[in-house]
């Protein structure tokens, strides 16, 4: 018996077809964040591992999170772009900003050998390295001879050119460890044997707000090293690069970005 002479059979047959091909196409969430021409498109490195916290990071239910993220997000928003999110080591960020394989990455202009590569935004949030110790030690200091004689622990394979002279003098003891929160969990627990932990400021006061660490720390109010955070841009797209300089710009007089920052401290 064939289907299709049935009167009744062929007439579903063809409703079947029709809704087919009037049917709009399914969109995945991964099309549907990529489904921006390139020029309203903004490929963001959200950096591997565990990211960045809290500049960029994703949280404990994988949302992305930080302050570079907030901003570059509201920029998008405000200017009508899509952000695409990848994840990549350090290593290969150069060349993929030189080539544009992504668009925007967080730097600063001193961490990398030819920043004449990329285009540059205004500063967005300083990256300081300060020197954390216990409330009862309060180490504080206006001149690196002042530091001489004690233990500072710091992050593996970071270099610091203020200090790094005096570490390899042995004038200060360096004691290296993979990250900042069990560089804060030894000032808690070896205070006779470390003096002082060498951590971004806000790097540190995230850890003080996560860990919930109460007011056990004090922050040196000199400075181990300052650089700015601003978004490295590939250079093509210029346009991208004036739409991120004016919604920052916004953001500063407004008091909105003080406000991204604060939500990141104790």
Request: proline residues 6%; charged residues 25%; aromatic residues 10%.
């Given at each position: 018996?064939?289907?299709?002479?049935?009167?009744?059979?062929?007439?579903?047959?063809?409703?079947?077809?029709?809704?087919?091909?009037?049917?709009?196409?399914?969109?995945?969430?991964?099309?549907?964040?990529?489904?921006?021409?390139?020029?309203?498109?903004?490929?963001?490195?959200?950096?591997?591992?565990?990211?960045?916290?809290?500049?960029?990071?994703?949280?404990?239910?994988?949302?992305?999170?930080?302050?570079?993220?907030?901003?570059?997000?509201?920029?998008?928003?405000?200017?009508?772009?899509?952000?695409?999110?990848?994840?990549?080591?350090?290593k290969r960020l150069?060349?993929?900003?030189?080539?544009?394989?992504?668009?925007?990455?967080?730097?600063?202009?001193?961490?990398?050998?030819?920043?004449?590569?990329?285009?540059?935004?205004?500063?967005?949030?300083?990256?300081?390295?300060?020197?954390?110790?216990?409330?009862?030690?309060?180490?504080?200091?206006?001149?690196?001879?002042?530091?001489?004689?004690?233990?500072?622990?710091?992050?593996?394979?970071?270099?610091?050119?203020?200090?790094?002279?005096?570490?390899?003098?042995?004038?200060?003891?360096?004691?290296?460890?993979?990250?900042?929160?069990?560089?804060?969990?030894?000032?808690?627990?070896?205070?006779?044997?470390?003096?002082?932990?060498?951590?971004?400021?806000?790097?540190?006061?995230?850890?003080?707000?996560?860990?919930?660490?109460g007011n056990q720390?004090?922050l040196s109010d000199?400075?181990?090293?300052?650089?700015?955070?601003?978004?490295?841009?590939?250079?093509?797209?210029?346009?991208?690069?004036?739409?991120?300089?004016?919604?920052?710009?916004?953001?500063?007089?407004?008091?909105?970005?003080?406000?991204?920052?604060?939500?990141?401290?104790?």
């Amino acid at each position: 018996m064939n289907f299709i002479n049935h009167p009744w059979r062929r007439a579903v047959l063809l409703a079947v077809i029709a809704l087919w091909f009037l049917a709009p196409p399914t969109v995945h969430a991964q099309d549907a964040q990529t489904s921006a021409p390139e020029s309203r498109l903004i490929r963001f490195n959200m950096s591997d591992g565990g990211g960045f916290p809290p500049f960029t990071y994703y949280d404990e239910h994988n949302q992305p999170q930080g302050i570079m993220y907030e901003v570059l997000a509201t920029v998008a928003n405000r200017r009508n772009y899509q952000l695409k999110l990848m994840a990549l080591p350090r290593k290969r960020l150069d060349s993929m900003l030189a080539t544009g394989d992504v668009d925007v990455v967080t730097l600063a202009r001193e961490w990398t050998d030819a920043p004449t590569q990329f285009l540059w935004s205004k500063p967005v949030i300083p990256h300081r390295d300060v020197i954390f110790s216990l409330r009862d030690r309060n180490l504080q200091f206006k001149k690196v001879d002042e530091l001489v004689g004690m233990t500072l622990v710091v992050r593996f394979g970071y270099h610091y050119p203020l200090l790094d002279p005096y570490f390899e003098d042995g004038l200060i003891k360096r004691q290296e460890d993979y990250s900042e929160s069990i560089m804060l969990s030894h000032l808690l627990k070896t205070p006779d044997r470390v003096d002082g932990a060498v951590i971004n400021e806000l790097v540190g006061l995230w850890l003080i707000k996560e860990k919930r660490l109460g007011n056990q720390f004090v922050l040196s109010d000199q400075d181990v090293s300052t650089v700015w955070f601003r978004f490295a841009v590939t250079p093509e797209r210029k346009q991208l690069l004036a739409d991120i300089d004016a919604v920052l710009q916004d953001l500063k007089d407004s008091g909105d970005l003080q406000a991204i920052i604060a939500r990141y401290q104790p």
